[in-house]
């Protein structure tokens, strides 16, 4: 039998460590599936606080390979993946010791996406980008100091860097300003996600109850009669429309972008929509999801115990024609999900 790449989520890696009741190791085996991580994989470790060693002993003992999308010389996913051989406590102290964790606003971008979901419902979208724009600052400031310790710098090129420093940041506010004041210019309204359902008629009540194959399309076809005729277009809605600011460069965007865009959308428009987004502790973990989803596209199988994900990934694949198969881990067992959707006893 062929050997494949089955990337795990974090619910299966749990389920597994806790004495794998649903039998995810004698499936890898009987199906010749070689299991995969990610920094994405670490990231969730890591904020499994106190159980970040049963995780990376259970890596260690399943054989787990480090899967790691390439990036091109401008920094940008190239839209391939290398599977590498790395002992996953290596692999987490290295991430420990060189990613730079994300500012709780994320610039101002994670903050308002946290208040279309309902959540800091108690600031105002002018104190959400304010303080994004802060913390960029204080990142270039610190990189700054970093190159002025380090003694790489001459004296003109330390004067360019901070003129430039202070003029993005200046761009920045300027920009963050204008679109505040756009915002919050609707006072007090409700969750971004609340007045789209409202203005559409869609949300989770209709979307799930949609049927496979082609959900993208099934619910493209119901936004389309909502707005006006030539102005909007599957691909721009979905925000993975070649030309568009994500796909600017050269090769445009990479598959693996577009299966978080759609994914993404599908979240935000209501189908199969994780719960509790306004808190911060379930933003970052539907965040993940997204990711795992992204990165599962370099493999041969999902596996999940995570409905939410199965669906919203199935939904991406069968969209942009990605052959990974989802196989959903329901509590007498795995179920494989072809590409029309339908689970079935394995």
Known sequence: ?????????????????????????????????????SQETLQEIR???????????????IDALYLVPLLDERGHYSGEAEVRRAHPLDAYNDLL???????????????????????????????????????LRKLLDEAHRELRRSGDLNELDRQLLETGIAAACDAVE???????????????????VKQFEEAMGLGPKVLNNLRPPD???????????????????????FNIKSGTARASNDRGMSLLEKVNAVYHQLNFM?????????????????????????????CHVLISRDDRLAMKAAAAYDY???????????????????????????
């Not at 904020?47 to 003992?61: I, N, Q, T």
């Not at 300027?174 to 971004?192: E, I, K, V």
């Not at 099934?218 to 721009?236: F, R, S």
């Not at 067992?333 to 590409?339: F, I, L, N, Q, T």
């Open 174 to 192: 300027d920009q963050s300003a204008g679109l505040a004041t756009l915002l919050d210019s609707g006072g007090n309204s409700p969750a971004a």
């Open 270 to 298: 209501g189908y199969y929509r994780d719960s509790k987004m306004h808190k911060q502790r379930r933003f970052a973990a539907s965040f993940s999801d997204l990711t795992h989803a992204g990165l599962a596209s370099f």
């Open 320 to 346: 942009l024609n990605v052959g990974t198969q989802i196989m959903y881990c329901r509590a007498n067992g795995p179920h494989a999900e072809g590409r029309d959707g339908d689970a079935d006893d394995r």
């Open 97 to 135: 010791a060189n990613v730079t964790p994300m500012p709780e606003l994320g610039f101002g971008l994670t903050g308002i996406l946290q208040k279309f979901y309902g959540g800091r419902m108690q600031e105002s979208f002018d104190q959400i980008l304010s303080g994004g724009a802060e913390e």
């Open 47 to 61: 904020r499994s606080s106190g159980h970040e060693d049963s995780f990376l002993k259970l890596l260690e003992r």
């Open 215 to 237: 959900i993208v399309r099934q619910i493209w076809a119901m936004i389309e009669t909502k707005i006006p005729v030539g102005q909007l277009d599957l691909e721009t809605f």
């Open 1 to 37: 039998m062929t050997t494949r790449l089955a990337y795990l989520d974090h619910n299966v890696l749990d389920c597994m460590s806790k004495g794998d009741p649903d039998g995810i190791s004698s499936l890898l085996r009987s199906e010749s599936l070689i299991p995969v991580f």
